[in-house]
């Protein structure tokens, strides 16, 4: 894969002090609190619907919290200069709606905005930008393409490469592996830990794939019905007990031979 050029801007830390959040009447956040370093690689996992959607979004400043305090160095996330956050925090949501037919290499440019000023044309920098993110995606071949002709895999690397083109030292990705093969899965939790282990950004994944999580992941989130109820190493977060209690199945947790990260296997019951 490419080198990817590094942000410019300066690391970010996260500290969530007790947030509950509410969709109209129906709590999905409820006492939420935890704090990111700068340069973590922060895995999300837990049921569906144990509220890692919303977190995540808050940690981006989409949403605000109904109650308690959401910062980015000292600053309340959802009241950053909305062009201030999105040259600080890439967001790559789980699903997208797309309706006009834009080009592969233009929904990629879009990332380019926030670093745009004067009449907001293109720079070489920000075409070298889009250009290295596609490459690092592998759709470098795809660039002409319409992004409303792609498959759902195809469209969700380009979602990725767009939020690469940003540079942010921060990355906020929400299942972006829920849409891809085996092999573009693993590819991408390589590009994800040299941008965290080389460049030193911050990346926080929501993911269903434990093993991935526990394979790349510094530390890791588990939740359950808008709670966080373990934050630590993996090796801490993937115990067989914990995860029978929280997912209401069978498991086995063994480390795994090469590099002794704990693995998870699914039990079947007799």
């Not at 942000?7 to 109209?24: E, G, Q, R, T, W």
């Not at 926030?114 to 070298?128: C, I, Q, T, V, Y």
């Amino acid at each position: 894969m490419t080198t990817l050029p590094p942000s410019h801007a300066p690391p970010v830390c996260f500290i969530l002090k007790d947030v509950s959040f509410a969709y109209d009447s129906a709590p999905v956040l409820d006492g939420v609190s935890l704090s990111i370093d700068p340069g973590e690689f922060i895995g999300i996992v837990g049921p569906n619907g144990a509220g890692k959607t919303t977190l995540i979004r808050i940690l981006s400043g989409m949403l605000a919290p109904d109650a308690g305090e959401a910062l980015a160095d000292g600053s309340t996330v959802a009241r950053i200069d909305t062009r201030e956050r999105a040259r600080r925090i890439a967001l790559v949501p789980q699903n997208e709606t797309v309706a006009f037919p834009w080009s592969v290499h233009a929904m990629v440019l879009l990332g380019r905005h926030p670093h745009r000023s004067g009449l907001g044309f293109e720079r070489r920098e920000d075409f070298a930008a889009a250009r290295e993110a596609m490459e690092a995606m592998r759709i470098e071949h795809l660039a002409e393409r319409s992004v409303l002709d792609l498959s759902g895999g195809e469209l969700h690397r380009v979602l990725i490469a767009r939020a690469l083109a940003q540079q942010t030292p921060v990355l906020l990705l929400d299942e972006p592996n829920a849409h891809l093969d085996l092999r573009h899965q693993v590819a991408l939790f390589e590009l994800l830990s040299r941008l965290h282990g080389l460049e030193g950004r911050t990346i926080v994944i929501i993911t269903h794939d434990l093993n991935l999580a526990g394979m790349y992941c510094d530390r890791i989130v588990l939740m359950d019905d808008g709670r966080i109820v373990a934050f630590d190493v993996p090796e801490r977060v993937l115990e067989e007990e914990l995860l029978m209690q929280h997912f209401g199945v069978p498991v086995r947790v063994q480390p795994d031979p090469d590099t002794n990260r704990p693995m998870v296997r699914v039990r079947r019951t007799p």
